[in-house]
């Protein structure tokens, strides 16, 4: 099992957790996220593009590096009251790293939550 922490997102005042995650599963599912987002935006916005097509996977992954496509990242992933992942956060550069406080190492989510509940409470 990986090792997982609870951080504190200094900007945001909010508590998630940080867990390694191979790159290509992150940006897999970021393209996707995009892709669904996509759908919504108007001219005015910076990614607007009338090319409303899904991304093809299989040429985007071929245009990365495949040493870096396999290797791990670490990730804080934000959730909801209904124990829900709303947002994840990919740490690429020492500067992402500094925006988040560690809290404890834990075992599992269970953890987390316990200690997000307690939080909280006080």
């Keep these: 099992m990986s090792e997982m922490y609870i951080v504190l997102d200094k900007f945001q005042k909010e508590l998630g ?16 996220s995009f892709d669904e987002t996509k759908k919504n935006l108007t001219p005015d916005h910076v ?3 009338d090319d409303l097509k899904p991304t093809s996977m299989d040429s ?7 040493e870096i ?3 791990y990242i670490d990730v804080v992933e934000f959730f909801d009251e209904h124990k ?3 947002d994840k956060a990919g740490i690429f ?3 992402h790293r500094e925006r988040y406080d560690t809290i ?3 075992k599992n989510l269970n953890e987390f939550f ?3 509940n307690k939080k909280e409470r006080n």
């Excluded at 985007?60 to 495949?66: E, R």
Aim: net charge positive; charged share 35%.
């Design 104 to 106: 404890k190492k834990i």
């Design 47 to 49: 990614f607007y593009s």
């Design 17 to 32: 957790v940080m867990r390694p995650e191979k790159f290509k599963n992150f940006i897999c599912e970021m393209v996707k």
């Design 60 to 66: 985007f992954m071929k245009n990365l590096d495949q």
């Design 114 to 116: 316990k200690y997000r």
């Design 93 to 95: 550069m020492e500067e």
């Design 69 to 71: 496509v396999n290797k």
């Design 84 to 86: 829900n992942i709303y």
